[in-house]
């Protein structure tokens, strides 16, 4: 533990925060945190106050409730099935979240974006899969329909009122996206014969844009609508999905897998087919000094791949080349069907090559990755973090997080060096690193995703974790390097879509699915939040407390 420590705390650096490797876009508005203005210099009252301050770790728990360490507290903001007007309502299994102030001179009051990346029918639709032989013959449109409204997206306004955040109810900018809603493709050609697409669904986590457009990422698409899948003789077959929803609405699955763009004060949105077709994670933009962009994004699968975006024209999520990692020789390889006569040989035109982007990556010697998922930027040296979660029929059971260096820090460098820093395990203290988020100082926030079905098992080997958790490894002080467990989290629930308020103060925070592991109703595997109808809800919660200013100010301290 002690030598992770040290490889931790020599991989972080100790420059300045805001180091000059980065533009202006990543040190106002990073991608896990909105800052109206830098940290301001804290008085020197308030860093003796907080020399006091003993960060305690938390030890595991199975409990069903939201635990937090000694020097936090939460509220909920908002939860499934709260209404946001009168027409709408907060939809299902809330991932990614992401805060933009409405105004920059009042940064308590803005819109905050929350994925819904899939459902539960025995809570969303009380369709029971197993009540049935063949549950296919009893399954109705009006199930699809309820479920296909709780996925998507919400657009919320919250404002914070004497330290709680709350809900401005009927705001005209609260709206829901769901699996009906019409969304253009970005795109000049058709995909599957459309240029509208319906819906998005999958919504797993996400970023931000330099114009400050939130981005939503469809990940396991292929759960609703099936996949098109093609044999040795390049004929196209449709496998079913495991909701079945092609039955009612036979969408084609291609036009699902994308990431999506949506602008927070009118709802429009469109997908980059530029970005690729596949398992889409998130989207991390980065934005060059000629206002190019570069956008990296995960295919969270196991022996999938990572991706990066490198745009022509400024401020582009459509003209420019996509290209897929070769970590193994440090290289950027090329998707453009135009410079790749082996692409040629199989995909008529570039569409096809994004469509089929797995195959691509692949056909071109892509280096198989165990689940590439959240992927941020470090603020202080500019490296790059991928949360690999885990490959269990690899035996990579609890995943690592690696860690790339584009050549002389240039983000549009096609080399680079990678390396794993750090491993998930018992040693380490945690399992399955999921969601990634730096605060104001540079200190490193980590969410778990072990399986609702692997946890608290017997003697299995997540059995040291109990419920997924949010960890923090501190970038200075006593505590650099040190995994401290912070929030423990309901039964069955992941925390995801970690996001901090512009003033730093704030950990916007998703508990999703909580009691995932109900088969009955009357019975629940878990109650949080704790509301008078004994039924789990996964909902937003707003972490705050002297941990969190403490970690926001541990630079200065250390200056002190």
């Avoid at 106002?28 to 210099?41: D, E, R």
Wanted: with cysteine.
């Amino acid at each position: 533990m002690e030598q992770n420590r040290r490889q931790f705390i020599t991989f972080l650096g100790k420059a300045s925060l805001g180091a000059a490797l980065l533009p202006p876009f990543l040190t106002s508005c990073g991608n896990t945190t909105t800052p109206a203005q830098s940290l301001t210099q804290a008085t020197e009252a308030t860093l003796q106050r907080l020399k006091d301050f003993v960060l305690e770790a938390m030890a595991a728990t199975d409990k069903d409730d939201l635990v937090l360490a000694n020097g936090l507290d939460y509220h909920v903001v908002v939860k499934w099935g709260d209404a946001l007007s009168d027409q709408d309502q907060f939809g299902f299994n809330n991932d990614f979240t992401c805060f933009i102030p409405l105004d920059e001179s009042n940064p308590k009051d803005g819109l905050l974006w929350v994925n819904h990346e899939y459902i539960h029918p025995l809570f969303v639709s009380d369709f029971d899969f197993r009540a049935h032989d063949d549950p296919w013959e009893h399954r109705t449109v009006e199930h699809v329909d309820r479920e296909m409204y709780h996925v998507g997206g919400s657009i919320v306004r919250i404002r914070e009122e004497n330290g709680t955040w709350q809900v401005v109810p009927n705001d005209p900018h609260n709206r829901r996206l769901t699996a009906k809603t019409p969304i253009a493709l970005n795109w000049d050609h058709p995909v599957a014969g459309q240029s509208t697409v319906i819906g998005t669904h999958s919504n797993c986590s996400g970023g931000i844009t330099p114009w400050n457009t939130f981005l939503t990422c469809e990940e396991n698409y292929d759960q609703f609508f099936g996949e098109t899948v093609y044999n040795e003789a390049n004929e196209p077959s449709h496998r079913l999905s495991s909701y079945r929803w092609e039955t009612f609405y036979p969408y084609p699955p291609d036009h699902y897998g994308w990431v999506v763009e949506v602008d927070p004060k009118t709802g429009a949105a469109q997908k980059h087919v530029a970005l690729g077709r596949f398992a889409h994670e998130c989207c991390t933009v980065y934005e060059l000094e000629d206002k190019r962009v570069v956008a990296y994004s995960g295919d969270d699968a196991n022996d999938e791949f990572l991706y990066k975006f490198i745009s022509s024209q400024p401020s582009s999520l459509k003209e420019g080349i996509l290209y897929v990692a070769d970590t193994v020789n440090g290289q950027w390889i090329s998707l453009d069907w135009e410079a790749q006569p082996l692409l040629q040989e199989k995909f008529k035109d570039q569409t096809e090559v994004l469509v089929r982007v797995r195959e691509a990556a692949r056909m071109l010697g892509a280096t198989e990755l165990n689940r590439p998922e959240d992927i941020e930027i470090d603020p202080v040296t500019g490296n790059i973090l991928v949360s690999l979660t885990n490959n269990k029929p690899k035996g990579d059971l609890h995943g690592s997080i690696l860690k790339i260096e584009e050549t002389d820090g240039a983000f549009d460098a096609l080399t680079f060096q990678a390396s794993t820093y750090y491993a998930g395990g018992e040693e380490s203290g945690f399992s399955c690193p999921d969601n990634l988020a730096f605060d104001m100082s540079g200190n490193l926030w980590i969410t778990t995703d072990m399986s609702g079905s692997a946890m608290n098992e017997g003697d299995g080997p997540y059995m040291p974790f109990k419920n997924n958790s949010l960890f923090v490894i501190p970038r200075y002080g006593a505590d650099a390097g040190k995994v401290i467990r912070v929030v423990s989290a309901p039964r069955d629930a992941e925390l995801t879509g970690p996001w901090f308020s512009p003033d730093g103060k704030t950990l916007f925070l998703s508990v999703q699915h909580p009691g995932e592991q109900t088969r009955d109703l009357t019975e629940p595997t878990s109650t949080w939040p704790f509301d008078t109808d004994g039924i789990p809800k996964p909902a937003v919660v707003a972490i705050q407390g002297d941990l969190i200013e403490k970690m926001n100010l541990l630079r200065q301290l250390e200056e002190a």
